[in-house]
C-alpha cells in the first residue's frame, strides 16, 4: 500500500504557528528545522558578498537589478509551492516590479542565488536547495563555505565548478562584467591556517 504525501501550500505554511522553527516547502513538502545558527563568520560572509554585488551593479549600466539578502523568502514555483528563504539573491528589475507592496515574500525565479554555509546546516538540505534552484532554472547558484573559503557554482546542465580564495569569480553569462576576486568576499580574520 502506498502513501501520499501531504502537500501543502505557501499560505498554510505561512498561517503556521510562530514556535521557532525555520520552515520551507519543497515542491508542496514541509522541511522544517530549528532557526539556522549563524555565527558572526556567516554574517561578515553575507555582508561582503552583498558590498561586492552592489558595487558592481552599482558600476553596471544599462542592467537592472536589486539585491536582497537576510533569508529573502522567496516563492520559486506554484501548484506544488517551493517557497524558501535565500541568503543572498539577485532579482531583475521587472521582477520586483511586480510584486505586490503587502507581500512579504518575492514571488520569481533569481538571476543568482546564494546560499551561505551555516555552522548547523546538514549537507543533504543544502543539497537539496541547490537542487531545486537548478531545476526551477535559476541560471547561477553559488554554494559559499565561508570556513574554507571556497564557492562552488551551479548552473543549469553544466558541471559545478568550485572556486578558491585564489581565483576570480564570474557572473558567467548571467550578471554582465562581475568579476570578483573571491579573497574579497571573506572576511580576512578567518584565513585557513591563521
Known sequence: MSSVAFTMTTPEMLALPDDGLERELIRGQLREREMTRR???HAATESRIVGQLFLWLQNTSGFSAHILSGEAGTVLAEN???TVGIDVAIFTSQIM?????????VVGIPLL???ILSPSDKHEEVREK?????RVSVPLVWEVDPDFQTICVFQPDREPIMFNRNA????SDVLPGLS????????DWNRTGN
Not at 516590479?97 to 515574500?105: I, R, T, Y
Not at 541547490?130 to 537548478?134: G, M, N, S, T
Open 168 to 171: 576570480r569569480i564570474d557572473g
Open 97 to 105: 516590479d511586480n510584486q505586490p507592496d503587502d507581500s512579504s515574500l
Open 80 to 82: 506544488p509551492d517551493t
Open 39 to 41: 555565527n558572526r563568520l
Open 113 to 115: 542565488a546564494v546560499e
Open 180 to 187: 570578483i576576486l573571491v579573497a574579497e568576499l571573506f572576511p
Open 130 to 134: 541547490v537542487r531545486e534552484y537548478l
